[in-house]
């Protein structure tokens, strides 16, 4: 079985910034892909950055610039650095992986729960 559990979230004036965690447990081999959406109260869940394999990494336009996407593969775990917060960045945010497991075939789909950012003075 494979844990996803986010970290990270939290209240921020604008301006601030803050750095999500997503951290994947169990026998997982490697992280084929993986992406960071966000879901704002009233709004669809939209895609904010995401990577992969190799491929450059892409963003949304409003957030290019202030966000980016990083991971770990030793640990597992993949960063979202969210610098020049602003109102509307306002969200829970989610991450996505696609990994491959020790001796499974895959990859395979995983989210996290969300964690909750805001932005306000």
């Known amino acids: 079985q494979v844990r996803v559990v986010e970290s990270g979230g939290g209240l921020v004036q604008p301006g601030g910034s803050l750095r999500l965690s997503c951290a994947a447990s169990?026998?997982?081999?490697?992280?084929?892909?993986m992406g960071w959406y966000r879901q704002a109260p009233g709004k669809e869940r939209e895609l904010v950055a995401d990577?992969?394999?190799?491929?450059?990494?892409t963003y949304a336009d409003s957030v290019k610039g202030r966000f980016t996407i990083s991971r770990d593969n030793t640990e597992n775990t993949v960063y979202l650095q969210m610098n020049s917060l602003k109102p509307e960045d306002t969200a829970v945010y989610y991450c996505n992986l696609n990994v491959f497991l020790s001796g499974k075939r895959g990859p395979y789909d995983y989210w996290g729960q969300g964690t909750q950012v805001t932005v306000s003075s």
């Open positions: 169990g026998s997982i081999f490697s992280i084929y892909a």
């Open positions: 990577q992969h394999n190799f491929g450059r990494a």
